[in-house]
């Protein structure tokens, strides 16, 4: 029997593997497996070569658990290892700076294990022992048993064993039980061990027997060794793609809308399979779906880095043994490889959509509303995803047609240009909430698109940068001839003071909504136009709208909604209102109207004498003065304006055209729409 220490300088090796890498502690069974499947491939290659020319035999990896024992046993058919071998691969840890190496590397756990080659001592992070019992493939090589309780020491001894090959013997540690149980690593091997290339076997398949499962003689193996992707693209039929993404996805539902292969081989190693999956609305729940493999071992699903943020929205399978990997095939390093993979991979993506549209219009027409937000994130997120992008992004009108950007621009510029030459693209977030404003668009043969995304908001104003002269309004932002522009607005007939007291009669019965906030102004539509029209701020909306997405925005999100009732001045009803309320209040206001452009012209004057002063110059008496007539001045406006509110409480069509407006938008809720229906029907009788 050999005695000896592992070549560490250190005895705390094995206590900063477990603490470090504590949170990535189950990738050792994968380590373990891997490590079995690459002995049994390197076996295939020598026997490729004619340098192991006896039988190869059943190759399956098995994977055993004695709960009795303690004991998760990995096993594999392989070159197997000679005393020589063991001593140099296992006992002699083969890294420079060994002294030094823990102080180095004390901050950055992830670099230990992939940098220094100690795949094999990721079992340390489970076990307090680990057997390795081996018989390399050469020929009269003899058996031999390795162990080691955790600490620098270990001993080598001759044993017997049958046949070629390794057994990795984990004697599970009391603080790690859940890897005994049977449940557990079969959801690790099915997580790590799914498409590895040679057969991996975990105990053997049950059959219901007599009224209960019973084990069969056939192995259970757990793995595809010839996953979808590495298969040739031409020998594939859809059901093929669509039965591999039901094997990835189990739990997904909705088929994929179509897919890519990829296969490349320089200047860069790269295999997978891409699906587009249906994407709605919630972006983040359908992240991490991409699996990252390197040579068909599972090495992540936190794939940002290896592919652009955009493409996680994706589905699928990458693999590549190109891809640099940190903490043994767990953690991504930065460098320009993974770049240019990523960038491969948006330009793969990019020339399919590219195709599908150009070959299949339709198809990809009934597919858009499924597109939409990834196209949009992408072009949001990546400037050179935009500039392929732009010639199958689509815009969708409130019909239900479809168009690109440069075909939409060329409907749209004779009508829809303003005065100052800027092309105005109208559209509606919700077709039926704002139907009679899309109506009335419609009526000026105005054409009105349907934006009705998650990512809209954003796309709308990456597309007001990037075309030239382009402005894009929503419908309800404001009357229909000031959407666009054409000509100087007309003159409305009613003079200051009769515009003031009706917008007060308006602003005085306006409902104190939550987070919302009304402006009063009146308009000369013609008579033809809504007496009363409410409109949003296209700026505000769209700041509001914005501070979910972008940080620093937030108090936008705080602001209240900021509307304007436009009162048309050409209407009918509108007309009824001035009339009455020049009949019923004119008089009781003309004392208080005179009060106040006296008061007013004196607060002028006061101002005026001070504003030629220095601040310090201005005698307090003055100021008294100042503050006084202010006061009055006030005092008088309060007065017109409790006057007039006095007036319209009982103006039942102004609580109408108020409530039809609200009811227009949607605001009008609760007790108040109750009373909007009373009222309703005591005007009908």
Known sequence: MQKGNIGVTTENIFPVIKKFLYSDH???????????????????????????KGELGDLTVQVKLNEKEGTLTISDRGIGMTEEEIDKYINQIAFSGVNDFLDKYKDNANAIIGHFGLGFYSSFMVSKKVEIVTKSYKEDAKAVKWSCDGSPEFTIEETEKADRGSDIILY????????????????????????????????????????KQVETSEDNVINHVEPLWTKTPSTLK?????????????????????????????????????????IKNNIDIQRNKIQLYCNQVFVTDQVEGIVPEFLTLLHGVIDSPDIPLNVSRSYLQSDRDVKKISTYITKKVADRLNSIFKENRKEYEEKWDDLKLFIHYGMLSQED??????????????????????????LIKDNQTDKDGNLIYLYANHKEE??????????????????????????????????????????????????????????????????????????????????????????????????????????????????????????????????NLILNSDHPLIKIVVDDETAKVSEQLKPIESEIRGQQ???????????????????????????????VLNEQKDKKKAVIADYAKGNAIVHQLIDLALL???????????????????LIK
Request: charged letters at 35%.
């Open 26 to 52: 189950e990738i050792f069974l994968r380590e373990m497996v891997s490590n079995a499947v690459d002995a049994t491939q390197k076996l295939k290659t020598l026997a490729d070569r004619g340098d192991f």
């Open 172 to 211: 599970i540690d009391d603080d790690c039980k859940e890897y005994l149980e049977k449940g557990q690593i079969e959801q690790l091997l099915n997580k790590y061990c799914k498409f590895m290339p040679v057969p991996v076997a975990f105990g053997k398949k049950t059959e219901w027997k007599d009224g």
């Open 238 to 278: 859809d059901e093929d793609y669509k039965s591999f993404y039901r094997t990835l996805y189990p739990m997904q539902m909705d088929e994929p809308l179509f897919w890519i292969h990829l296969n490349v081989d320089y200047p860069f190693n790269l295999t997978g399979i891409l699906y587009f999956p249906r």
């Open 385 to 410: 995803f935009y500039d392929r992008a732009k010639d199958f992004c689509l815009l969708k009108d409130v019909d239900g047609k479809y168009f690109t950007l440069d075909e939409y621009k060329t």
């Open 434 to 563: 704002e139907y009679s404003y899309i109506e009335a668009a419609k009526a000026k043969g105005y054409s009105v698109l349907l934006m009705d995304g998650q990512l809209d908001t954003p796309t709308v104003s990456m597309f007001e940068q990037k075309l030239e002269k382009s402005r894009f309004t929503r419908v309800d932002a404001d009357i229909i001839d000031r959407l666009i522009v054409k000509e100087d607005a007309p003159k409305n007939d009613l003079d200051e003071g009769t515009r003031d007291n009706l917008s007060e009669a308006f602003r005085s019965q306006m409902p104190k909504l939550e987070k919302a906030e009304f402006m009063v102004e009146v308009q000369a539509l013609g008579e033809t136009a809504q007496p009363v029209i409410i409109t949003q701020s296209e700026y505000m909306r769209r700041m509001k709208d914005m501070s979910r997405y972008q940080q620093g925005m937030s108090f936008y999100g705080q602001m209240p909604d900021s509307y």
């Open 601 to 631: 012209a004196r607060v002028d004057v006061l101002r005026s004498e001070q504003n030629k002063k220095k601040y310090d110059e201005i005698t307090q008496e003055e100021k008294d003065d100042l503050q006084a007539s202010e006061k």
């Open 664 to 682: 227009q938008n949607g605001m009008l809720k609760g007790a108040a729409l109750d009373t909007f229906l009373k009222r309703s029907v005591e």
